[in-house]
């Protein structure tokens, strides 16, 4: 079996032309350890969205329950104050210019969440859209020392599946994310031309259309991208990349440029990693409190995120105790994913304690 180093939130260190730029990443991707099976790539096309016009009056009945945490059945679900059949409904995210400002305005959120300091620090910072459809986010720094942030096309067809497809099994009891990890992620980890985008026929065709799915993907698409982007700022802010420092910004990388970016001896820093964990969900919440009485961030996104990075570790051969024995150094090198969500829940459990309400 070929094993490609598909790996969660890792560091990377860049230095270009004996000037240091540094690049610290939530990547999924390692490029030298890539190995493609065509034999076995199955090309995934994403579902179409439906064409039933959205606007559907108000619904009566509440969301289900949500479906109890395959790893970890045990720990206490995030608290949402305001039942979800209570909340308005959210027009639906359709297509990558609105996913992608989408993502613009949850980076300004969580921007508008931090101290003056840490604002003074990462205000302007560009955000780079990476047409490649690896799945990855990071905070790095160009060769002029200036920093930015970046997210692919890859994360935002991930978080988009995962958004629709836990939507769909809270509201209707389906098992549809387990039905995408195991229809995606093992194309996923074979071969780099594999897309995490969800597939036509994960979601039954009867439940597509359904504005309260909608509505719900896109609560869940915007609590995993807040997490996402609270712990990449975290690495500007908290000084890894060491160039984020209240300068005037520019308008962030060209995207052509960043397969250059990231062509980098990784390096790890576990505690690095679990400081921008911390720092983000920390981030998130504060900025998803701030959001009431709309949908407020909770754990819940860094929960997700770090199950779907566990799972393709899983899919490549790795995961669990055995990362440190894995074969690729990266999976052994780096935070692994399951490791890290007690410790998101337990940032979050301290921060309800003190914020409550
Ligand atoms: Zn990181």
Known sequence: MTFVARLPLFTRLLRTCGAASIVLGLSLGASACRTSTQASTTPQQPQPYPQQPYGQPYPQQPYGQPQPYPQQPQQPQPQQPQPAAQRPLLPPLIGVAAQQQEVRSILAELINALSQQNQALVRGIPLTFDPTIEVNAFA??????TPFLAATTGILEAVDAISQTKATDELFGTQTYEAYC??????????????????????????????RRW?????????????????????????????AKGQAMGSG???????????????????????????????????????????????????????????IERAG????????????????????PLARIPIVQTVAQNWRARNPG
């Open 182 to 211: 195991n229809a995606v992620l093992p194309q996923l980890v074979k071969s780099d031309k594999a897309r995490a985008a969800l597939p036509a026929g994960i979601i039954p065709a009867n439940f597509g259309p359904d504005p």
């Open 140 to 145: 790095g720094c160009d060769e002029q020392g």
């Open 253 to 311: 990388p060209d995207p052509a440029r960043l397969g250059r970016l990231l062509s980098v001896v990784p390096i790890f820093n576990q505690a690095g990693e679990a400081a921008s964990d911390s720092a983000g969900c920390i981030n998130a919440l504060d900025a998803g409190r701030a959001r009431r009485p709309q949908y407020a961030w909770s754990d819940t996104g860094g929960v997700l995120l770090l199950d779907y990075f566990a799972r």
């Open 215 to 243: 509505s719900r993907a896109r609560e869940i698409f915007s609590d995993v991208i807040a997490f996402t982007f609270g712990h990449e700022l975290a690495h500007h802010y908290l000084g890894h990349t060491g160039c």
């Open 317 to 336: 051969g790795g995961g669990g105790p055995l990362s440190l024995l894995n074969p690729v150094q990266f999976l052994r090198s780096h935070p692994n």
